[in-house]
């Protein structure tokens, strides 16, 4: 019988890899396969919901595994199943787990991610960094098309600075002088995503120890590769980065699927001519074959050709690297045949351990759900109804059966059978079951948690100093960077000038280029930078120059950063600080505040806005005192204002989810945040003068939202309540709305309609004008809440629409 555990062979020859190592590349591509060509059936014999495999792409991913090393990274897409196989990472049973949605079996992500989608632990059950130097790390997947990309740019900078700061190790033992290698693979059509193009740039300019697999099958799903990649050959197209000599550039290397001894000869000398240069390269493999197509979800024989099918198959690789074994003498034809037969049966064997494991839990559960229904009485109606349902269930899931059982709980609640206690107690427990199995770890829940930073009060005295409000930063950032050798801030500008508004100035002077440094105008991968340096240890700040042009960062931080704690369900961490600012300022792309699209983008991170910078640094302070990752928003209005800095600037925290009373009133509650808190302030006084007492509360952060319902308490006192901000209609207003009288029960407490004051639709327009008209005022201030006050008709003050 084989030796399935798929331990990997570490030593090769100089010449090459032994006759043993061989011959076990081979059986995990049979099994991998294998594996492959059950999990379609699976899928349409209903037994899972949806499948995208390796096939195809088995050889050159066992020739990549051997020059993967301990320490190194991969940052990939669904179909590495066979690399993870060929380094032991995953065993083919839990690749079932994962597509049976198994979230006890399923190790890479709890049953969340869709088959195919790996991650390895990187933190212990406390959050503590594991021993990354000495694991095979696997950051969690995505699916979002060429996301992995930007992610990989980071881990592969990560390798650059540790290798040229050696004081940034300080914090654990995460590289080993930079030797690290970030593998990145991609499909041929994913090639035409910008994000692709964007990473291959920035890791070109950088000199980044990046090293990009494509895999090339010829087609996006249906679409053939002449229309999606110029010259229809990304090698040939990416040749304009190829390095010349000594310059900057890329390594590019050619190489065909099927023919495993040049693959392996050119990842092992491309990978280790990369350890000592850093310079990246594209690993181009072409003629790889899909044998079932694109996914469970089509056909290949609807787009594809039957000269193209028979192609596919003599050009297979796996048949091709069986001929050349068999010419080279590794094997002959009838051990390759008893290798296949063999390689069947083990993944059958693994397929129904997996499916056996999966279902379980269910049936014990459904088992004594059925014993709760027998003790309800027969009806000849619902009641029989819901019990023959329960018993027609195919292969049902937890979800399933608890549908079943809460609309019999809808039929028997509100008599005397115990049944309905019984009920309710399996209910419960079943959404217990689904918290710890779907909701769980959206948020660190460690002992780093951000809401678990002890709070520092602001120290003031006579001595306290006045300054503008970058001088304030420049001087928290001064600290900082000093207090902790992994921290490196970096961004459009952020480097030799120090940001545009002066927060980091002379900061790169102060502690070098590998700790303050500039980045080319790419929003993506600047993100994508942040999320990989900081899985490997480091402390990133990374700068979106303005608020506006986070749009274009956004999907990494989507997709990726405020996923990576929940979809690697706990086992990965990711605490990048994301640094813009925004609100009032002039222009269509330096004014807005489209803070109802982050919110509902990024949970999962927190969502910061402070109304100053002194509030800013103590914020940054309990963020990097977390192992949360957070976004804050500074004010752009707000850094030539002057502000009296405590005398502990660096030392104290303000805590997340707790808004501040700012001004003590009695008649209506103003909630609002960021830029918008002097503009409620301005019409607050006005307010006064007529004799209305405002209550105003700054909310500081977003997600969390006020935890404390400290609104809660000023709604009840003052019984009517303005939400305030410079989004849109329906933006963060709208959610803030729904926190306090939803969430919070602040409805009961309303004696008028809430109110929400917002900008207009439209982006606001270029000039002061254009400001004045488009976003909230302090006459509008005056106005609203002077028509709360007093249920004024909309027509009560001249010019409003």
């Not at 301990?70 to 049973?93: C, H, I, N, P």
Request: with cysteine; glycine share 8%; net charge negative.
């Amino acid at each position: 019988m084989l030796d399935h555990s798929f331990t990997r062979e570490s030593a090769n020859s100089e010449d090459g890899p032994s006759r043993a190592s061989i011959i076990k590349d081979f059986e995990i591509c049979c099994i991998s396969r294998e594996t492959s060509l059950l999990a379609r059936k699976e899928v349409l014999t209903g037994k899972a919901k949806f499948g995208i495999t390796g096939d195809g792409k088995e050889v050159p991913q066992v020739a990549m595994a051997k020059a993967f090393r301990k320490g190194d990274w991969r940052s990939g897409y669904y179909r590495d199943q066979t690399f993870m196989f060929a380094l032991g990472l995953a065993t083919v049973e839990d690749f079932f787990a994962q597509l049976y949605a198994d979230p006890e079996n399923d190790p890479f992500s709890g049953g969340r991610q869709m088959n195919g989608h790996f991650a390895t632990p990187t933190i212990d059950d406390e959050g503590e960094w594991l021993d990354l130097l000495n694991h095979y790390n696997v950051s969690a997947d995505i699916s979002s098309t060429a996301g992995q990309m930007a992610r990989s740019l980071g881990l592969a900078l990560a390798s650059k600075h540790y290798r040229v700061n050696a004081e940034m190790l300080s914090g654990g033992d995460f590289s080993q002088d930079g030797k690290e290698i970030s593998f990145v693979t991609i499909g041929d059509a994913s090639t035409s995503e910008g994000v692709f193009w964007e990473t291959v740039n920035a890791a070109a300019v950088q000199q980044v120890p990046l090293a990009i697999s494509v895999w090339d099958d010829g087609y996006g799903i249906s679409v053939p590769i002449e229309y999606q990649t110029a010259k229809a050959s990304i090698s040939k197209a990416l040749q304009g980065f190829q390095t010349e000599g000594d310059d900057t550039g890329i390594d590019i290397y050619v190489v065909k699927a099927g023919n495993y001894p040049e693959l392996v000869e050119t990842y092992m000398k491309g990978i280790a001519k990369m350890r000592e240069t850093h310079r990246p390269a594209l690993f181009h493999i072409t003629e790889v074959t899909q044998p079932q197509g694109h996914s469970t979800s089509g056909s290949h024989e609807r787009y594809k050709s039957k000269e193209r099918l028979q192609w596919e198959k003599d050009h297979d690789p796996i048949l091709l690297m069986e001929r050349w074994m068999v010419r080279e003498g590794i094997f002959t034809e009838e051990e390759a045949k008893k290798i296949r037969k063999d390689a069947k049966a083990y993944a059958k064997e693994c397929r129904d351990k997996a499916w056996k494991a999966a279902n379980a839990p269910t049936k014990k559960r459904l088992k004594d759900l059925k014993a709760i229904f027998d003790q309800i009485p027969a009806d000849d109606g619902p009641c029989d109804e819901l019990k023959q349902e329960l018993d027609r269930l195919m292969h049902p899931v937890d979800g399933e059966v608890t549908q079943v059982a809460r609309r019999m709980l809808f039929q028997v609640m509100g008599g005397e059978l115990d049944a309905e206690t019984n009920l309710r107690n399996w209910i419960e427990q079943s959404y217990q079951l689904a918290h710890k199995h779907y909701h769980a770890h959206l948020y660190s829940d460690s002992p780093q948690a951000a809401l678990n930073v002890p709070v520092v009060h602001k120290a003031f005295s006579d001595e306290s100093e006045v300054k503008n409000g970058y001088e304030v930063l420049n001087a928290f950032f001064d600290k900082k960077l000093a207090q902790y050798p992994e921290l490196c801030a970096f961004g459009e500008d952020v480097g030799d000038i120090g940001d545009v508004n002066q927060g980091f100035a002379g900061m790169q002077q102060k502690y070098g280029k590998g700790r303050v440094f500039d980045a080319g105008i790419r929003e993506w991968t600047i993100m994508g930078q942040a999320v990989g340096m900081a899985m490997r240890g480091l402390r990133p700040i990374a700068e979106i120059q303005y608020l506006d042009y986070l749009i274009y960062g956004l999907e990494p931080l989507m997709d990726d950063l405020a996923t990576v704690r929940w979809r690697s369900n706990g086992q990965q961490k990711a605490p990048a600080i994301i640094r813009t600012r925004g609100h009032r300022l002039e222009g269509i792309w330096h004014a807005g505040s489209p803070m109802g699209m982050i919110l509902n983008a990024l949970r999962g991170m927190y969502v910061i806005v402070p109304r100053d910078m002194v509030q800013a640094a103590g914020f940054y302070n309990t963020i990097l005192q977390s192992d949360d990752p957070a976004l804050i928003v500074e004010c752009l209005n707000g850094y030539r204002l002057k502000e009296r800095v405590p005398d502990n600037l660096g030392e104290y925290t303000i805590p997340l989810g707790v808004p501040e009373v700012l001004h003590e009133g009695r008649d209506v509650t103003v909630v609002t945040y960021g830029s918008c808190v002097r503009v409620a302030q301005a019409g607050v006084q006005l307010l006064e003068q007529q004799g209305i007492s405002v209550e105003l509360i700054d909310a500081q952060t977003l997600l969390p939202f006020d935890l404390e319902h400290i609104i809660l308490e000023s709604l009840k006192k003052t019984n009517r309540i303005i939400f305030m901000d410079e989004d849109v209609p329906g933006g963060a207003t709208a959610f803030m709305m729904r926190e306090v009288l939803e969430v919070q029960g602040g409805y009961r407490y309303l004696d008028s309609d809430p109110v929400t004051l917002t900008a207009r639709a439209h982006r606001p327009p270029y000039g002061s004008n254009g400001d004045y008209y488009t976003k909230p005022s302090p006459e509008d201030v005056f106005e609203q809440v002077y028509k709360v006050m007093h249920e004024a008709n909309p027509g009560h003050f001249p010019g409003k629409l």
